[in-house]
Structures are given as structure tokens and as C-alpha cells.
């Protein structure tokens, strides 16, 4: 009995002169999972240092009373598949799993491979124009699980690369006509070699979104040429009413819709492009001005996700930390396997037609129906609370950024940048799906499944959309109590913040959110009907105030080229307060608003105190310099 006394008294003393501390697990990129995960004797694996963690949740070793590092020293960490944090994985308010990065470290978890082997192309390449001769570089496809690594980015040092096309090339043709019926477009006659459009691509510009269409056939006929497309894309391109292809017939406009053709041996024509031919199984590239291929690194991707958090309803994944983590180079394939028809921001129909007689149970006047699909993003969030992402870097990636896709509350971003990604930035909430049509309001019997109070807050997020440019900085769909709050968001080529999502006046999930003190500046590069706050449905208690608004670029291919707005109340918009927006310009639309709308104080009149005030606080200045 003494003895047992003796030993309770000798561990709380222990625990009182020493109080708890988080049990730490290291990894390195030079690491080996036989090691035990210590500073000296780092894993190799992330997905390892989860393994330990979870077992130490399991067991409830009492190392983790105040929780659990997963740390990383510098480097970049290549995965062969998404990390996935599930429910075994939560952390407790008192003890969280933190992901973070040593001190002065910068890990990177990469979704790519490198392409080695470079060597400079001899000989006269057919097909390849007489400019590039002699200046393309060329090596093997990656092989992946056997077969031909499929991709559509590429980046040298870090610089992403130009997939051959006509973009660079000078002012977009425009198409001549459209014919539904028989789906094809008719246009000028391209001044490149056409005689097989092998892996041929049509980008079209329809008033808010890009089609990417995959050519089927090209045919002469004069100065003329037909273009026809590969299905499903083809059926979904002609059938839908909106966005579609712009006719000026009447001549009162800027013309019809503008494209440009990519992905062809026969467009590789400048510095910084490249093209990879599947069927031979060669990649080509023209190296930029003091660019070094037997030196320099080229990353192309083959993940289209790099972190899942899914947890369930029931069992949510929580109080997961990830701290100046860097995730790069994932993939996006949609256009490559089935071609990419935008209803808007990015989201796929599946399927769309005009209705011959007007009307549905929630809006008698509409005219069409969609069906849609979520593009891919590098990182997504579902079923799951408390989780922060801080000091984090989103670059070099393909479509979305960072996705909470539902069932989400009280979560954090705070701190990151997002910076070279072609689809949107950051994305929160539910749109629609291939079951559910996305004109109607979302209002599920289980508040559960809607994403709620989230914090977005003095993030950078720029040179998003460069892919598809109708995507935006941040997109809210159906969610409620979402903060977005001193945010820098720039260089967009559509609108910068957008709120709301159906089209709808019916009450619905959206309501309380609140857009503050954000600087929103240099967007609408390429697109139109832009906002650079946008908002969408009817959304009680929501509030837009102090935002700066700024250097509103007038895009070159929009068909009425004054129709872009700082701050766009689209149709039905209801219920909104908008007070002390900075706007360069008095220049303010909305599209058949709904009622309860509120507008105090906005324009170039605003204090300029709100304008400095606006963008990222003080503390996070850094990240503009980065």
C-alpha cells in the first residue's frame, strides 16, 4: 500500500513540475518509415506518421494530452495517392492533430512527378511549325500504372509552362454560325496544318464561362472551315441554352464569340509552349530564355487530390491543424475525357436543354434546366469541424484550390496564399450535382449537411481562373454564417468574391454571411457579366461592407463590353445589405433582384479610411511580397 501511495504521489508531482506536451512524430523527405519518427530518425511518409498517430489516439498513449505534431522538415513529399483524414483521425479541442512545418522549413506535398531525360530534338520534326525547328526540346511521357501519364499542365521551375495554342497569337478569331441541329460551328480557316486533329482542342468564350470542346473533325470548304466535336460534350454544347455561343447578328455588339485551339503539335510556336503527342508517347517543349532542362525542374501532375478530410455525419473528422504546408501540383481531366461545358463558376453540365413550356414548382418563369459536376480540387473538406488551414500555400494546381463540399462547420483559412491555379480558389458549399438540378433552393431537413460558419480571412488569392477563366476568387453556393473577411483577391479573369448560388426568391440554407474589408482588384481579364462582389439568390441577413474594389480590367472578347459591374446584384438577390463599398467607379448593377435589399454609401465617394483599412491586416502584409 506504501509503496502503490508512494507512486501516485511521484506521478502527479512528475505531472504537476512537468505539464503535458504534444507527442511529436517528424518526417522527411529523406527520412525511413523503419525509424521511430524522432528529429534525428525522421519517417520517410506522411502517410506513416498518420499510421503512429492514430495509434497513439487509439491506445490513448498519454504523450498526446496536449496533442499530436506530424512535422515536416523541408522538401517536397511526393504522394503516390491522396492523404486521407477520416474519423480515426480527429483530434479533441484539448488535443489536435497539428500537420506542420519545422521551423524555417518549407515542405511542399505534391501531386506530380518530374520529367527527366531532356534532350534537344534533332532533325526536322513533321508537323512541328518552321519557327520552333531546331529549338524544341523533347522527352519520354511518364508511364503511370502501365499507361501514358494523361495531364494538361506543366511547370519549369516552378513557372508554369504554355500548352501550344492560338491564344498567344494575336486578337481571337470569332466563330462564323452556329448550327444546333446538326452540332457544328462554322469558322475562318486556320492558318495551321489541319490534317489530323489527333488531340485537338476548341475554347470558346460564352458570355461568363469558356467551353472546352475536343474537335472531332475539321473540314475546307473556301474560306470556310466546319468544326465538329466529340460527345458527350457535343450534345451538352448545343443543347444548353446557357451560357452558349454569341451571335451578333445585328451587328450592336463586339462581335460573335471568340476562340482559340489548343493542344497540337502544329501550335507549338514560341518559347514556354509545349505539347505532348500520347500517341508517340513524346513530349515537346520550347525552353524559355535562360532555361536549363538538363538542370532545371520540370513537374507535370498525375493526382487529382492531395488531401481528403471526410469524415461522416455522424462521425465528422475535427480539430485537424495544417501550418505553412505547401500543396502543389495536381490535375484536372475533364476536358481531356469528356470535354468542359460550364453552366457558371466552373461547374460541368452533365446535362441541359430549354424547356419547350416554361415553369417549375420554385420559379414559373424558368426556361432551362442543368444538371451539374464538382471540378476536382487539390484539397477537399467534407464532413468535418475545427479544421484550420494557416500559413498555407495553394500553387501551381489545375482546377479548385481548397473545397468544402459539405456537411463543414466552424472551420479556418487564414493566412495562405493561392496562387497559380486554373479553376477557383477557394469554394464553399453545395451547387447542385448530377441528381440534383441546379436551379432549385437547398434547404436539407438535416442542418448538418450544410456548410456553416466558416472564416476565410487575410488570405492572398491571385492568378486563379487561368485555366477556366469563368471560375472566381472565392465561391459560396448554399451555406450560411460564412465570413470572408480582409482577403487580397486579384488577377482573376471573372469575378472575385461570389456569394450565392439557384437563381432562386424561395427562402433557402443561405443567410448570415458576410463579406468585410476585402480588396478585390485587377479581375475580369477575359470574361463579362463579372462582379467583383457577386451575389446570387435570396439570402437573409447578409452583409457586404468596407470592401475595396478596384482595377476592373475590360475584357478584349466580351460581347457587350460595358456590362461589368463592381458590385452585382444578380437575379433575386434578396435581403442584402451592401454599405461603405470603395468602387473606382460608380458603376452597380442588378439583374432582377428580389426584395430586401439594402444600399447605403457605395462608390468613389466612400472614406478612404475604408479603402486603406481593406485587404490583408497588418500582420499578414507578408504575403504580398511572397
Not at 519545422?102 to 501531386?111: E, H, R
Not at 453545395?430 to 432549385?440: I, Q, R, T, W
Not at 436539407?444 to 456553416?452: A, G, I, N, T
Not at 442588378?590 to 486603406?612: H, Q
Amino acid at each position: 500500500m506504501k509503496i502503490y501511495l508512494l507512486t501516485i504521489v511521484c506521478t502527479l508531482s512528475f505531472a504537476l513540475l512537468n505539464p503535458a506536451i504534444a507527442a511529436d512524430i517528424w518526417v522527411a523527405p529523406n527520412g525511413n518509415d523503419g525509424n521511430p519518427g524522432t528529429e534525428s530518425a525522421p519517417l520517410l511518409t506522411i502517410a506513416m506518421a498518420q499510421r503512429k498517430a492514430r495509434e497513439l489516439r487509439r491506445l490513448g498513449d498519454p504523450s498526446i494530452a496536449d496533442g499530436i505534431n506530424i512535422i515536416l522538415k523541408d522538401g517536397k513529399y511526393t504522394l503516390i495517392e491522396p492523404l486521407v483524414f477520416r474519423p480515426e483521425d480527429a483530434g479533441t479541442a484539448t488535443s489536435p492533430t497539428r500537420i506542420i512545418a519545422a521551423q524555417g522549413a518549407n515542405p511542399i506535398l505534391s501531386g506530380g512527378t518530374t520529367i527527366r531525360n531532356w534532350s534537344r530534338l534533332s532533325g526536322e520534326l513533321p508537323g512541328l511549325p518552321e519557327a520552333a525547328q531546331g529549338k524544341v526540346w523533347v522527352a519520354d511521357i511518364p508511364i503511370v500504372d502501365g499507361r501514358r501519364l494523361l495531364f494538361r499542365q506543366m511547370w519549369v521551375n516552378g513557372r508554369k509552362a504554355i500548352r501550344a495554342s492560338t491564344l498567344n497569337d494575336g486578337p481571337l478569331d470569332r466563330i462564323l454560325s452556329v448550327d444546333k441541329q446538326q452540332e457544328e460551328m462554322w469558322i475562318p480557316v486556320p492558318d495551321f496544318d489541319l490534317y489530323a486533329p489527333g488531340q485537338l482542342e476548341f475554347v470558346i468564350h460564352q458570355w461568363w464561362a469558356i467551353a472546352m470542346l475536343r474537335v472531332s473533325t475539321v473540314s475546307v470548304e473556301g474560306d470556310q472551315a466546319l468544326v465538329k466535336f466529340r460527345q458527350p460534350e457535343s450534345q451538352i454544347e448545343f443543347e444548353h441554352p446557357w451560357p452558349a455561343p454569341f451571335i451578333d447578328e445585328k451587328k450592336e455588339q463586339n462581335g460573335n464569340s471568340a476562340f482559340y485551339f489548343a493542344n497540337s503539335l502544329g501550335l507549338l510556336n514560341a518559347p514556354g509552349e509545349w505539347y505532348a503527342d500520347l500517341a508517340t508517347g513524346k513530349l515537346y517543349y520550347w525552353p524559355r530564355v535562360g532555361e536549363d532542362l538538363q538542370k532545371d525542374e520540370c513537374m507535370v501532375p498525375v493526382l487529382d487530390q492531395i488531401v481528403q478530410i471526410k469524415g461522416t455525419l455522424d462521425q465528422p473528422v475535427s480539430h485537424l491543424y495544417f501550418d505553412g504546408i505547401g500543396f502543389e501540383h495536381a490535375t484536372w481531366l475533364r476536358p481531356s475525357v469528356k470535354g468542359h461545358v460550364p453552366l457558371q463558376a466552373g461547374w460541368s453540365i452533365t446535362e441541359a436543354y430549354k424547356l419547350k413550356e416554361p415553369g417549375t414548382p420554385d420559379k414559373a418563369g424558368l426556361e432551362n434546366q442543368a444538371w451539374i459536376e464538382r471540378q476536382s480540387a487539390a484539397v477537399t473538406v467534407e464532413n468535418a469541424h475545427q479544421i484550420r488551414f494557416e500559413r498555407c500555400r495553394f500553387e501551381h494546381l489545375a482546377a479548385t484550390g481548397l473545397d468544402f463540399v459539405g456537411g463543414t462547420h466552424h472551420n479556418l483559412v487564414q493566412g495562405c496564399i493561392f496562387r497559380d491555379i486554373g479553376g477557383t480558389g477557394i469554394q464553399i458549399g453545395f451547387f447542385g450535382s448530377p441528381e440534383v438540378e441546379a436551379h432549385l433552393p437547398y434547404d436539407p431537413s438535416d442542418e448538418r449537411l450544410v456548410c456553416q460558419f466558416e472564416t476565410i480571412a487575410n488570405n492572398r488569392i491571385t492568378d486563379c481562373t487561368n485555366e477556366d477563366w469563368g471560375c472566381v476568387g472565392i465561391s459560396v453556393g448554399y451555406a450560411h454564417d460564412i465570413n470572408i473577411e480582409h482577403n487580397d483577391v486579384s488577377h482573376l479573369n471573372y469575378s472575385g468574391i461570389c456569394v450565392g448560388w439557384g437563381w432562386t426568391k424561395t427562402i433557402n440554407s443561405l443567410k448570415n454571411n458576410r463579406v468585410f474589408a476585402n480588396n478585390i482588384h485587377h479581375f475580369a481579364k477575359n470574361m463579362y457579366d463579372v462582379g467583383g462582389i457577386y451575389m446570387l439568390s435570396a439570402q437573409p441577413n447578409t452583409e457586404i461592407r468596407d470592401n475595396s474594389i478596384h482595377h476592373l480590367e475590360k475584357a478584349p472578347y466580351a460581347h457587350i463590353p460595358d456590362h461589368f459591374q463592381y458590385i452585382y446584384f444578380d437575379e433575386k438577390s434578396s435581403y442584402i445589405r451592401a454599405i461603405n463599398n470603395w468602387t473606382e467607379q460608380d458603376k452597380f448593377f442588378s439583374n432582377a433582384p428580389g426584395p430586401g435589399n439594402e444600399w447605403e454609401n457605395n462608390g468613389p465617394a466612400v472614406s478612404d479610411s475604408i479603402r486603406l483599412k481593406a485587404g490583408l491586416q497588418e500582420a499578414y502584409q507578408y504575403l504580398l511580397k511572397q
